[in-house]
């Protein structure tokens, strides 16, 4: 891979997730502003879920099949520019979840889309999909930035407002005409049937024979579902203590996460994947501790504390998970494996997760007021429970000697 399509693919990276970043953060705060109750806010977040699922299906049986991977991703990102638009727009609560519903289900299909493109142009992407995939998280960054720039220096109210949404909008159409540009990567599976079990990935089923493996999903499903209590409250608790710039203090969670993936294959290789996946999962109950504690006043370090833990929380856990897999999953069937996981937490597990926090956050705000420190002690106990369960019933010594020979290399 050359400079100038090293350059070109981190730009529709960096844009992918600036997408994502601009609105997702601070919805929450809009549709609290707006008179959503927890449980409706949960709802709205749990269609970007739906899409996650739904996507496979698009991505596989069709996108896949039929047409080349960076039309399709032009064509989505356009249809998405024109629905976040009109949802943006939108007050009412059926319109407003509806809209995020259709917007996500053009929206999501782009995550593989733009893997596919990356992986097309590469000689090795092993060694160059990480350079390339680490301006998503840049992009990440960058949203957040700005919406805090915006906000400290002309829009005060911003991040209660449908502005960010817009801006998600805006950038869309730019990627969308910015993907028509990129190089052709034509269709993987053109004239190959391709089931519905392989697209959810239900072969790796064989794989739960093996205690460690099952053991794995189970606490990988169940570990996602505190997971959404961060992901869709935490910009709302920021706010609601009166904090400056949320989005951009949340965004120092994407740059732990940069710092501690290039620690990775160190701390694998000498811990292990068992001790690694509990270092992640532990990383939450800190998390979510630190939160239940936390305040701008003597305690805002406990604040800051919870949001870097998030190089930890994600990249021990979920990278870790996503090396344990390969590892695990015959040759065949690996690429259906991860498919497998990613519905398992992305789908089902933080689809839970978006429920259960929006019904935990209603049962705890009286009077318009909310109890943060319960809100994050439900969640906290629920991750210590599943790291309980994790540390006893997983055992799989092989699996660390594989995993530390593949972080190695």
Not at 144 to 157: D, V
Not at 227 to 233: G, Q, S, T, V
Not at 279 to 299: C, E, K, P, Q, T
Request: charge should be positive.
């Amino acid at each position: 891979m050359d400079t100038k399509t090293y350059t070109r693919l981190s730009v529709m990276m960096f844009l992918q997730f600036f997408v994502w970043g601009a609105w997702f953060v601070t919805l929450g705060t809009h549709l609290g502003d707006l008179g959503f109750s927890g449980s409706q806010i949960g709802y709205a977040y749990l269609m970007n879920n739906i899409g996650a699922i739904i996507s496979p299906f698009f991505v596989g049986m069709i996108a896949d099949r039929y047409f080349s991977s960076q039309k399709v991703m032009g064509v989505l990102h356009l249809l998405g520019a024109a629905v976040m638009y009109f949802t943006a727009n939108t007050t009412t609560v059926g319109g407003l979840i509806l809209g995020l519903l259709l917007y996500n289900l053009t929206y999501m299909p782009t995550l593989a889309l733009v893997n596919a493109v990356s992986f097309k142009q590469m000689d090795s992407p092993d060694a160059q999909f990480p350079k390339v995939r680490v301006w998503g998280t840049i992009g990440w960054i960058a949203a957040g930035l700005t919406i805090t720039y915006l906000q400290l220096n002309f829009l005060p109210n911003i991040e209660k407002s449908e502005l960010p949404m817009k801006i998600a909008g805006i950038t869309s159409v730019l990627l969308a005409l910015y993907s028509f540009t990129l190089p052709d990567t034509p269709p993987q599976n053109v004239g190959r049937e391709v089931t519905a079990g392989e697209v959810l990935g239900l072969k790796t089923l064989r794989l739960m024979k093996e205690r460690s493996f099952a053991v794995f999903v189970l606490c990988s499903l169940l570990i996602s579902i505190p997971l959404a209590f961060y992901y869709n409250f935490t910009n709302v608790f920021l706010n609601d203590l009166g904090a400056k710039g949320a989005a951009a203090k949340q965004s120092l969670g994407q740059m732990s996460e940069v710092g501690f993936m290039i620690l990775m294959p160190w701390f694998i290789a000498r811990l292990g994947v068992k001790k690694t996946l509990l270092i992640g999962m532990l990383a939450w109950v800190a998390r979510y501790f630190l939160f239940a504690h936390g305040n701008l006043r003597s305690y805002e370090w406990m604040l800051y504390g919870g949001i870097l833990l998030h190089g930890v929380c994600y990249d021990f856990f979920f990278v870790t998970g996503q090396i344990y897999v390969d590892k695990k999953a015959p040759r065949e069937i690996r690429a259906s494996a991860q498919g497998f996981i990613a519905l398992i937490t992305y789908g089902i597990g933080i689809g839970l997760g978006s429920i259960v926090s929006g019904k935990v956050v209603d049962a705890f705000t009286s009077g318009g007021i909310k109890d943060w420190m319960m809100i994050w002690l439900i969640p906290c106990v629920f991750a210590l429970a599943v790291s309980l369960l994790f540390a006893l019933a997983f055992r799989d010594k092989e699996s660390d000697e594989a995993a530390a020979e593949h972080a190695a290399t």
